[in-house]
């Protein structure tokens, strides 16, 4: 039973997984809503200054030249130039580390699914243009047509977080497709819009990021100034070039490696933490501190400082200098007529939902990638309107390709789209929220199984279950119990298991953390060495409803009053008996990437995020209903 203290404490813990990797999924969204207000409010800002009295201090602001020089050379921008291809270079190295952490560790680790979604994102990019060439073909704005690309991932995921708050798999997609379209957007930029080429720099650039790539044998104390001194040095020589240095961002990110922490590293950590708590120096202070931040991927690191500036500083600086528009009543009327203005309006609005699912249609034929796509044509279709907001690569492109009254029309249009796309966001997903659930659930039936997580099933023949074999929904939970976050997790588990009864299966698997918890390992096999006598379930509920004491006068004492065989007991602890049985549990979480407690998997998908009740009820309910989905379609698939 668990203690009155766990039954009473407030909940709000995350998993483990949540709690140790800097940047999951969950979190990167979760900025990117959150960024969304912010670049709302700068869009805002930025239309009322240059529709003010004082309009003429907003391009005279954005135009004041800064300059950099060293010695004899230097840089001379304007301060939107600054914006635009300096503090921008550091939100497509959040691009890149994003796209890469996605292909390492991510939604596109499978890569026939990263098939799927650049085929999905080029239909959308290329319905995009072609709608946005049929407006501006053989006429003065067809060179502009790169402004049609790409999706903004800001707006777009707040729209998302707005009109579909539930559709987490909707709004990873939606991520990997916006990636997609800002790195095809990026390679447009450096080629499509660069007029000339200086070969001397573009050869220096590429050997610094050669450089780059060898800096992971580089001392880990030096590593970091060193990183920055090259990225800078590469950025310097690709404006030199002629190129836009925006490209330096994205190909430091896209080199940038990511992959779930090792047990092996956290051990380490812990070590250097306990010899800092001995001998408190400097010098072991300055090694706890590396060890503990190399147990992290450096891609996650990088995105855990970045991205919050880049959401919430550097793309509403951005909006801010180039949002701003003088609107009036000519304006308005040339822009209802401009085919800039309205070629990009209906390339987003319209092109880009037809594209990404005429290209996720083409991803699912037999003679094509052949794999059925990971949500249910309406949500597709759905999100392909969400994707239909164009807003800071568009911008930029703009910028580089209009000038005068077509770059006014452009960024009209732009604008525009934001307002159009999110009110037809809205009408598609009230509709499928309407849908009938026979009807919902054959779609979910059409659609592909998740990515597992978990590298081995379940057996009923050596594994701990509780709840029947056959049940839908599988939830594992890999625990220490001498972690308190265990015993609070227990609540909720058993709250589960009331809840969903013959629905739901729980299995118990072992991760003693030994280098932080003392008793965890005897804990654990005593848990076995009670399992050897058909009382393991009787002793896990003990474990883990008295954690603050799991001496082995405690477990003689539990032992004892579930009637076990003492001396049975007793001397399969001393022999370590069960120790293998519990080295196999921490295999099977190594393979699995579990480094931490408690660590969830439902239905062999990992659970990120809080572990409540109601955040895991919403999970299992989820699962069950895909299950429930993936039986009714067997009969059909098999005529």
């Given amino acids: 039973m668990a203690t009155p203290h766990a039954l009473t404490r407030p ?317 009036d009543a000519d304006l308005l009327g040339d822009a209802i007529t401009s085919p800039v203005s309205l070629g990009i309006l209906f390339g987003y609005v319209v092109g880009k939902p037809l594209g990404i699912l005429t290209g996720s249609w083409l991803a699912t034929r037999s003679w094509a990638v052949g794999v059925r796509p990971s949500l249910s044509w309406p949500v597709i279709f759905g999100g392909g309107i969400v994707g239909g907001i164009g807003f800071t690569v568009s911008l930029l492109i703009a910028t580089i390709a209009f000038d005068g009254r077509q770059l006014e029309e452009a960024k009209l249009g732009v604008l525009a789209t934001a307002i159009v796309a999110t009110g037809l966001s809205w009408i598609v997903f009230r509709v499928i929220a309407r849908m009938s659930p026979q009807v919902r659930l054959r779609q979910l039936a059409g659609t592909a199984d998740e990515l597992l997580d978990l590298s081995e099933e379940v057996d009923p023949e050596r594994d701990h279950v509780r709840g029947p074999e056959g049940a839908p929904v599988t939830l594992i939970e890999y625990g220490d119990y001498q972690c308190p976050y265990c015993g609070q997790a227990e609540v909720v588990i058993r709250g589960l298991l009331d809840e969903f009864g013959d629905e739901l299966r729980y299995v118990w698997r072992h991760l003693p953390l030994n280098d932080v918890h003392p008793y965890a390992q005897m804990a654990a096999e005593a848990a076995e060495a009670a399992g050897a006598q058909g009382r393991f379930w009787e002793m896990h509920d003990r474990l883990l409803g008295d954690q603050d004491d799991l001496t082995p006068r405690a477990l003689r004492r539990h032992a004892e009053e579930l009637g076990l065989d003492e001396e049975r007991f007793w001397d399969e602890l001393r022999r370590r008996e069960h120790a293998d049985r519990v080295a196999e549990d921490v295999s099977s979480a190594d393979t699995s990437g579990v480094a931490g407690t408690p660590s969830f998997f439902i239905n062999g998908r990992r659970h990120q995020g809080a572990y409540d009740l109601e955040t895991l009820s919403s999970a299992v309910r989820m699962a069950r209903a895909r299950a429930r989905a993936a039986e009714q379609a067997q009969p059909a698939r098999a005529h």
């Fill in 11 to 327: 909940f709000t813990e995350r998993t483990a997984w949540a709690r140790n990797v800097a940047a999951p999924v969950r979190d990167f969204l979760s900025t990117e809503s959150g960024g969304a207000v912010f670049l709302l409010a700068a869009t805002v800002v930025a239309l009322a200054w240059a529709n003010s009295p004082w309009s003429d201090s907003y391009d005279s602001f954005w135009e004041t030249t800064l300059s950099i020089q060293i010695g004899g050379g230097g840089i001379s921008l304007d301060l939107r130039e600054w914006v635009n291809e300096g503090l921008m270079a550091f939100f497509f190295l959040v691009v890149g580390l994003e796209a890469r952490r996605e292909f390492d560790i991510g939604a596109l680790r499978e890569r026939a699914r990263l098939s799927v979604v650049a085929l999905a994102s080029i239909g959308g990019m290329t319905a995009a243009v072609l709608i946005y060439l049929a407006f501006n073909a053989g006429g003065s704005g067809a060179d502009g047509w790169g402004a049609a690309m790409s999706t903004d991932t800001a707006f777009a995921l707040g729209v998302l977080a707005l009109v579909a708050p539930r559709a987490t798999r909707l709004r990873v997609r939606l991520l990997t497709i916006v990636v997609v379209d800002d790195l095809v957007a990026l390679l447009v930029i450096a080629t499509v819009y660069t007029e000339h080429v200086d070969p001397v720099p573009l050869a220096i650039a590429a050997g610094l990021f050669a450089l780059k790539m060898t800096l992971r044998w580089v001392p880990t104390t030096w590593r970091p100034p060193a990183a920055w001194a090259v990225g800078i040095g590469m950025w310097v020589a690709l404006y030199e070039s002629g190129i836009d240095p925006l490209l330096a961002g994205l190909a430091v990110g896209l080199v940038t490696s990511a992959y779930p922490p090792a047990r092996t590293d956290l051990e380490r950590a812990t070590e250097l933490t306990r010899s800092f708590r001995e001998q408190p120096t400097p010098e072991l202070a300055r090694t706890a501190q590396l060890g503990l931040s190399s147990a992290i991927s450096p891609n996650e690191r990088l995105q855990y400082r970045l991205h919050p500036w880049t959401s919430f500083v550097i793309v509403p600086v951005f909006a801010l200098a180039n949002a701003g528009i003088h609107v």
